[in-house]
């Protein structure tokens, strides 16, 4: 028996803001391992037996979240998560493949700080699915504040949201570096290029990337240090060890894995992608500047 319409599945930030965003037209639950005290707050049975669910989990845990806890009762689903399983190079949509059918679920991406989202400050998004109706369904709910559009491109909206995440860690290294404005724009503007190229192998459509989920993303993202990810990249450019980084941040840096992800791909699928290769080797320990080195002459 369904005991709600709508909810939030994990209190994180984002978990949060769009908990926050959400409840501004429809009643709306929210769900996490641990208790907190926000209005609506319910157990997770509660919340898997609503109609509509949004799951704001790292993607690393998304696997096994669903093995442990996920029973499909004809629900409708939207991933709020960005980043690419690094054990198995799996996207999240072939995850979530094994557990609910594809017009059931849509992914939602664009650029989108949790902090401004939970303040009401407007934004664009898209919600990408292979049925329409997700979308409408699910874009009913979003309030006056954020605009929504559509997008069929399941795989270029997932690679983006999440390849942005590797490219932000390179710009906070460059920032950290003080490699200047000129730099930063060659690594963005390249970095759109490279994760496009990496994207058309997996039959992403060029135009996500110049859109909100590709563009819009990369540049809010690699460009501010309200980025978690950018702040990781500031972290390794001092030489500070990612452990440090990782625990001050206390939060999740999607980049960080979904960089292992992307050089696992790349390698197996022999895919040119020098950034996100130097960020995965400056992740393991190499030297920033050596990095730089390599990327200049290669
Ligand atoms: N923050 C942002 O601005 C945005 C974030 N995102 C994406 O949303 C996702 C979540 O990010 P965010 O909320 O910011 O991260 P946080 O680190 O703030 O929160 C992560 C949340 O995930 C939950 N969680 C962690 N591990 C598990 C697990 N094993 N099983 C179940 N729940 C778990 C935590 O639960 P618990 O409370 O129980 O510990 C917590 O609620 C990421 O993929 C991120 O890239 C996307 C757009 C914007
Ligand atoms: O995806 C985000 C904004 O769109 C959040 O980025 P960070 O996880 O780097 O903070």
Known sequence: MRKGKLAVIGAGKWGQALHFALSQKEECYITSRSKRDIKNFVDLEFALSCEYLVIAIPAQEIRNWLEKNFVYSNQKILVASKGIEASTGAFLNEIY??????NSIGFISGPSFAAEVIQGLPCALVINSK????????????????????????????????????????????EGLNLGNNAKASLISR????MQRFGKYFGAKKMTFLGLSGAGDLFLTANSTMSRNYRVGLGLATNRSLEEI??????????????????????????????????????DG???????NDLIKN
Do not use: R
């Open 286 to 292: 190499k030297s920033p500047k050596d990095s730089l």
């Open 97 to 102: 493949s094994n557990f609910i059918p594809n």
């Open 131 to 174: 049925s329409k109706k997700i979308y409408e369904e699910f874009s009913k709910f979003f309030p006056n504040f954020i605009k929504t559009y559509y997008s069929s491109d399941v795989v270029g909206a997932e690679i983006a949201g999440a390849y942005k995440n590797v490219l932000a860690i390179a710009s906070g290294i460059c």
């Open 191 to 194: 970095g759109l290029v490279e």
């Open 246 to 283: 990782l625990k001050e941040l206390g939060e999740v840096a999607e980049g960080v894995q979904t960089a292992n992800a992307i050089d696992k791909l790349s390698k197996m699928y022999k895919i040119y992608t020098p950034i996100a290769k130097e960020v995965k080797l400056i992740l």
